[in-house]
């Protein structure tokens, strides 16, 4: 069956029952129909969460299609609630680009799934769309602004970078021309579209705490600067009240369900190679604050997802995890063992272990956080039991946790041996979280810190536009923001070509956007996509509906 077949014959509990599974009555949550709702912040209690043991979900480098981080996170839940531990898995929501594009969704696979996956995948509670709208919102009141001829803080058009959004793959809206028309359609100029789970309001949102700071980091949005080169934030047009009011709702985290009837919080969603690719703090709070374990994941690899998790996330809000799950595939092995794509179904341990230094590395990174691992390895019904073995003799050699998982196949049943070895993880104790670098080092310090200590780069250069962005930094007082660099996901290097564990290259620093109401800095390095765009066949070819409603062809 495909997931969207599992998910169909799966009969939800109605969402009253799985608060009740949080402890949690049933007037106070906000329902959105029988199997959404909505959690209020006042439910977050740090007396609580502070007890919880928090497991972050990450990966080795990922081939094209994602390696399963979180179909391990909801199957690692389910165990860990059928070995009797209290758990709640937190996810990211997913974007409707890659459900219509070339990925599909992000509610799990096969029987680790959380559902209703239609309604997930789709519009769920409306909070991209809210997403959407603050951000179009501060695009309007800048436009405005240089068009108005009375209320006009003097916006130099020429240096406002900030696009608008929208929750779809259009390659063609990346650059455009705006304002044509005459005097009356606004004053023309570049600008463009992202996608929203690329927008600065979706990272804001992530790792805001409450309601007043996420209203503080909407003014400290940073536009551009006046014709007399005085800095603009989004404060000076008075745009952070209204922004937050489209926002009030989306806030609040989603209450769903795994295919098993246990909770899920699923909440914000921005992507892990431009931004820092995990769930809202609220929600991770959230689930702490009501579970005994929190399973939660990161984009991407764990030189992405995971660094940033760690560095970011972890140290503006206060997080300590227990426990790294890296997941591994034996496909995603074989690829960086030199395999194409077209043959990675077929056996060939030869190639695993040429593609394990991938693994090893990201081992060793999150080591370097003193942070205890644990491989996972997802399991597909092409693996050979000579190639899973082969991990495992890996992991021995470097005493190293694993457990084979077969959540997609076999759900929580699946996870029982990597839920055991993860509460054994825990129950040693061992971890003790230390970030990688200190936010008040120098942005060059932070960015070389990572490259170096993460990626494995041997230096660090800047094109000139970079060096032009570090001086306008410092003179604006953001220098003491942590780095999220943007980098592609393929490769630990900045080169997607460069698989496996490369050594002795070079990582380049092409600019450096100021995300000042998020609270971090994003050095681009390579070819980075805001505004993806479709393949030849696209997902959404597949996807319809029915005189019933019956929906059909989302995976």
């Known amino acids: 069956m495909t997931d969207l077949d599992i998910a169909k014959k799966a009969t939800p509990l109605h969402i009253t029952e799985i608060a009740k599974k949080l402890g949690i009555q049933s007037d106070k949550i906000e329902l959105y129909g029988k199997h959404k709702a909505k959690l209020p912040l006042s439910l977050i209690d740090k007396s609580k969460s502070d007890q919880s043991n928090l497991i972050l979900v990450s990966a080795i480098s990922p081939t094209p299609a994602g390696e399963g981080k979180t179909t391990i996170s909801i199957g690692l839940s389910e165990g860990l609630n059928q070995v009797g531990k209290k758990t709640t898995v937190v996810l990211r929501e997913p974007s409707l680009g890659p459900v219509f594009g070339i990925k599909g969704g992000a509610t799990g696979g096969g029987y680790a799934q959380v559902i209703p996956m239609e309604d997930i995948n789709l519009h769920f509670t409306g909070d991209f769309s809210a997403i959407e709208k603050a951000h179009n919102l501060l695009s309007a009141l800048i436009d405005n602004n240089i068009q108005s001829k009375t209320n006009t803080l003097g916006i130099d058009a020429r240096t406002v970078a900030w696009k608008r959004v929208m929750d779809v793959n259009d390659r063609s809206l990346r650059n455009i021309i705006i304002g044509l028309g005459g005097t009356g359609s606004g004053i023309p100029r570049e600008s463009g579209f992202d996608i929203t789970a690329a927008s600065e309001i979706m990272a804001i949102l992530c790792l805001s705490n409450n309601l007043t700071d996420l209203k503080t980091r909407l003014g400290n949005i940073f536009v551009g600067y006046t014709i007399d080169k005085k800095p603009?934030?989004?404060?000076?047009?008075?745009?952070?009240?209204?922004?937050?009011?489209?926002?009030?709702?989306?806030?609040?985290?989603?209450?769903?369900?795994?295919?098993?009837?246990?909770?899920?919080?699923?909440?914000?969603?921005?992507?892990?190679?431009?931004?820092?690719?995990?769930?809202?703090?609220?929600?991770?709070?959230?689930?702490?604050?009501?579970?005994?374990?929190?399973?939660?994941?990161?984009?991407?690899?764990?030189?992405?997802?995971?660094?940033?998790?760690?560095?970011?996330?972890?140290?503006?809000?206060?997080?300590?995890?227990?426990?790294?799950?890296?997941?591994?595939?034996?496909?995603?092995?074989?690829?960086?063992?030199?395999?194409?794509?077209?043959?990675?179904?077929?056996?060939?341990?030869?190639?695993?272990?040429?593609?394990?230094?991938?693994?090893?590395?990201?081992?060793?990174?999150?080591?370097?956080?003193?942070?205890?691992?644990?491989?996972?390895?997802?399991?597909?019904?092409?693996?050979?039991?000579?190639?899973?073995?082969?991990?495992?003799?890996?992991?021995?050699?470097?005493?190293?946790?694993?457990?084979?998982?077969?959540?997609?196949?076999?759900?929580?049943?699946?996870?029982?041996?990597?839920?055991?070895?993860?509460?054994?993880?825990?129950?040693?104790?061992?971890?003790?979280?230390?970030?990688?670098?200190?936010?008040?080092?120098?942005?060059?310090?932070?960015?070389?810190?990572?490259?170096?200590?993460?990626?494995?780069?041997?230096?660090?250069?800047?094109?000139?536009?970079?060096?032009?962005?570090?001086?306008?930094?410092?003179?604006?007082?953001?220098?003491?923001?942590?780095?999220?660099?943007?980098?592609?996901?393929?490769?630990?290097?900045?080169?997607?070509?460069?698989?496996?564990?490369?050594?002795?290259?070079?990582?380049?620093?092409?600019?450096?956007?100021?995300?000042?109401?998020?609270?971090?800095?994003?050095?681009?390095?390579?070819?980075?996509?805001?505004?993806?765009?479709?393949?030849?066949?696209?997902?959404?070819?597949?996807?319809d509906i029915d005189e019933n409603g019956t929906i059909t062809g989302l995976f």
């Open 232 to 543: 603009i934030y989004a404060r000076d047009l008075k745009a952070e009240g209204a922004m937050t009011v489209l926002l009030k709702d989306a806030i609040k985290p989603n209450l769903v369900q795994t295919l098993e009837g246990n909770p899920a919080i699923i909440h914000g969603g921005p992507f892990a190679n431009i931004a820092q690719g995990t769930n809202t703090v609220i929600a991770t709070k959230m689930g702490m604050s009501l579970s005994d374990y929190t399973v939660t994941e990161a984009g991407f690899g764990a030189d992405l997802g995971a660094e940033k998790f760690l560095d970011i996330k972890c140290q503006s809000a206060g997080l300590k995890p227990k426990v790294v799950v890296i997941t591994a595939t034996i496909r995603a092995l074989k690829y960086h063992g030199g395999v194409s794509l077209d043959d990675l179904k077929t056996p060939n341990v030869t190639a695993i272990k040429k593609g394990l230094p991938n693994l090893e590395k990201h081992l060793e990174n999150i080591l370097q956080f003193q942070l205890t691992p644990v491989i996972a390895i997802n399991k597909f019904i092409t693996d050979s039991d000579e190639e899973i073995e082969a991990i495992k003799a890996f992991a021995k050699s470097k005493g190293v946790r694993v457990a084979l998982a077969e959540v997609w196949a076999k759900g929580g049943k699946g996870a029982i041996e990597l839920a055991k070895e993860v509460v054994a993880a825990v129950e040693e104790n061992k971890s003790n979280f230390t970030p990688l670098y200190n936010w008040e080092s120098n942005v060059q310090s932070k960015i070389e810190t990572i490259a170096t200590k993460i990626y494995g780069a041997a230096k660090v250069e800047y094109a000139s536009r970079a060096k032009l962005d570090l001086k306008k930094i410092s003179n604006l007082g953001l220098d003491q923001l942590p780095v999220c660099i943007a980098k592609t996901q393929k490769s630990l290097s900045d080169n997607p070509a460069l698989l496996g564990r490369p050594t002795g290259f070079t990582i380049t620093v092409r600019e450096i956007e100021i995300a000042a109401g998020a609270g971090f800095l994003v050095p681009i390095t390579g070819d980075m996509m805001r505004m993806p765009g479709l393949p030849a066949h696209p997902a959404s070819e597949n996807i």
